[in-house]
């Protein structure tokens, strides 16, 4: 089976997030990104179907900072092809990429047609998950999203995915391939590489590298940023002092102000 | 054992399961025989399918193969009790066990999350817990006494101080820190720190089987390192001392070392006057593995701990060499959960059992992984009432205070 893996980088949260002096984007004076925790579940995906039904894994990810190692990583990890996206926006929207990647992925020798394309359903700066269908659409292929598991059946051409809905309900659901996946997680967590081994990749392999051509630099955007905040508190919890006793008091208060008593 | 008074040896970082036979630390264990000491001796080695003694058999064997698929090494806390009994002298944790270790992470077909993150976090922030580097020194804003940076201060200091992750960002560690700095500051003792540029000495990547991970820290550390000024290190850390000690040197490290404990010690003539506030403890003195087991440090924390006015000191019936380990040490810190799945007693529960049998009411300690592990134990065994889990330098920085 051939498997597309479409990752991508975003924000890492564990460094505070500040708004750059714009007043649109993130300040990127100590921002550091980090690979889309969903991405990372469609590669482990990917790499179980490698595994269980043979094939090749190809991952595609639009540079920036960072991307070299998380690609190299993936090839470490088992990925057979990493191909880097160059030029265009630093940062874009969900639909900008997805049609971004809609037009280049054909031009890429030995990928399209492919089994399936896995990517996150979701990602920190697509809380909304539109890249993944977006694409799909693109591409004129199905699409599920929030798939936990997915059991391929390369001889006749489908897969059995499980899709999760709220309140802990799943959907099973027959796909005929190719197809979008849009992944929420994959059977087990995103596996270790060793650091010798991604070191091992980086010296012993090669990155493709595919320019996105000057006609689709610029991309209409509909949507616009007109401004970027964190959250303003509009409260605070009430912290109370005093004696066991005096706290009581305060507590028995503020009950009975509130007709709780 | 007269192999205890031989200098532990350095080992190299390029011995390998393939040219073990050509070093001589390889060829030591060909002179195992098979005695059992090292089996017998591990606090685990009864839940091990594969204890030193049956590896070093399985590598004569040439069936080394079946142990990197088993999970046995996973209960291998890199203590050095084995490597301290053993009648040949053979460094089954310093040399066999890490090569081993080594494969066992690559074949395993599962790995216990926690330790993965742990890794992971370790590699991209420089520390397990995955914390911003950009916090790391935070601590050093309350500490109380002025702490010099390099990286804001690049003037020549008599000693540049390791403190090491847990003791910056675990709270309990940036108390040691705290009292570490005072005691520092009284003595006079012309310190900097690296501040947020500091990263982990990586002696855990290397006994908990990623070699790749503690070979990136090493290099960044000696790069690091080397843009400061400094006559000596002294590092908090008794891993990080052993990483620096044992495993640097291969990077050609050479710079004069000490731990906190020894450090302290040699001051004792200066640090004593300032002992005036009685502490009426009875303390029981938990002996870390790197400090003392492996590099022979028994008597100085407890010298330190007599000069405090009002210490009494009682003995745990596992002591000096014979101590148990906390269960920190070759990743074990990040394998408590699961040794819960397998139903294993943590050593950290085994020894503060064996601390609170005493009756002493406070457990000393001078290794970081130490405090967090028997602070834990006690209140899973109902004991945290009874003692409380203090480090070497907060008790004498609580006994400075008059």
């Known amino acids: 089976m051939k498997i597309i893996v479409v990752l991508k980088m975003v924000p890492d949260v564990v460094e505070e997030l500040e708004v750059a002096s714009d007043g649109k984007s993130l300040s990127t004076d100590f921002l550091r990104l980090i690979v889309n925790e969903r991405d990372a579940h469609a590669l482990e995906a990917a790499l179980l179907i490698k595994e269980r039904h043979g094939g090749s894994v190809i991952v595609v990810g639009h540079e920036a900072p960072e991307i070299e190692e998380v690609l190299f990583s993936a090839l470490a990890k088992g990925a057979d092809r990493a191909i880097k996206v160059t030029g265009g926006a630093a940062e874009m929207t969900a639909r900008g990429a997805a049609l971004l990647l809609a037009k280049l992925l054909p031009t890429i020798p030995g990928v399209l047609p492919a089994d399936l394309i896995l990517t996150g359903c979701q990602a920190l700066d697509d809380l909304d998950g539109q890249t993944a269908p977006l694409l799909a659409c693109a591409l004129n292929l199905p699409y599920l999203g929030l798939v936990s598991r997915i059991e391929a059946d390369p001889a006749a051409q489908k897969a059995t995915v499980a899709k999760e809905y709220a309140g802990g309900v799943h959907g099973e659901f027959e796909v005929p391939l190719p197809a979008v996946l849009g992944i929420q997680g994959a059977e087990k967590p995103p596996r270790y590489v060793p650091v010798a081994k991604v070191r091992a990749a980086t010296k012993s392999q090669k990155l493709e590298s595919v320019a996105i051509p000057a006609a689709e630099e610029s991309m209409p955007t509909h949507v616009e940023v007109l401004q970027l905040s964190k959250p303003e508190s509009t409260g605070h919890a009430e912290m109370l002092e005093g004696t066991p006793e005096e706290l009581a008091g305060k507590v028995c208060e503020i009950l009975a102000g509130r007709g709780l008593l | 054992m007269g192999h205890l008074a031989t200098p532990p040896i350095k080992t190299s970082c390029e011995i390998t399961l393939e040219n073990l036979w050509q070093t001589a630390e390889g060829r030591k264990v060909l002179t195992c025989i098979q005695c059992g000491t090292c089996a017998g001796t591990c606090p685990y080695g009864e839940v091990m399918d594969y204890p030193p003694r049956r590896i070093i058999g399985m590598l004569r064997a040439g069936l080394l193969e079946e142990v990197y698929v088993s999970e046995s090494l996973l209960n291998c806390v890199a203590c050095y009790a084995c490597k301290a009994k053993c009648p040949r002298g053979i460094d089954l944790t310093g040399v066999l066990l890490p090569l081993v270790k080594e494969q066992v992470l690559l074949h395993v077909p599962e790995m216990p999350v926690e330790l993965q993150k742990a890794l992971e976090n370790t590699l991209r922030y420089g520390n397990p817990m995955g ?63 690296l501040g947020n540029e500091e990263k982990c000495a990586g002696e855990c990547g290397r006994l908990s089987w990623e070699t790749g991970l503690s070979n990136t820290l090493m290099e960044y550390n000696m790069a690091l390192l080397a843009k400061y000024r400094f006559h000596r290190i002294v590092t908090s850390s008794p891993h990080a001392y052993d990483a620096f000690k044992y495993r640097y040197p291969v990077l050609g490290f050479n710079y004069t070392l000490e731990q906190t404990v020894p450090f302290l010690f040699s001051y004792l003539e200066h640090l004593k006057p300032r002992l005036k506030r009685k502490l009426n403890y009875r303390v029981t003195y938990h ?20 000069a405090i006015p009002g210490m009494q000191l009682v003995e745990m019936t596992h002591n000096r060499i014979n101590t148990i380990c906390c269960g920190g040490g070759g990743g074990g810190m990040w394998l408590d959960t699961y040794y819960k799945t397998k139903n294993q007693e943590r050593l950290s529960e085994r020894r503060a059992r064996e601390a609170v049998a005493t009756g002493a009411d406070v457990l000393a300690v001078a290794c970081d992984y130490e405090v967090s592990r028997f602070e834990d134990a006690l209140k899973v065994l109902g004991a945290d009432k009874k003692m409380v889990v203090k480090d070497v330098t907060e008790l004498l920085a609580e006994a400075l205070e008059d």
Do not use: M
């Not at chain 2, 101080?161 to 500051?185: D, M």
């Open chain 2, 131 to 193: 914390e911003s580097p950009r916090k790391r020194a935070a601590w050093a804003k309350t500490a109380g006494v002025p702490i010099r940076v390099f990286s804001e201060d690049a003037r020549t200091a008599d000693v540049l101080w390791f403190v090491e992750c847990y003791n910056s960002f675990y709270p309990r560690g940036q108390n040691i820190s705290r009292a570490t700095a005072k005691l520092f500051h009284i003595l006079g003792v012309d310190f900097a720190i």
């Open chain 2, 287 to 306: 002996d870390s593995c790197c400090l003392g087991r492996h590099n022979n440090y028994y008597e100085e924390p407890r010298e330190l701990l007599r």
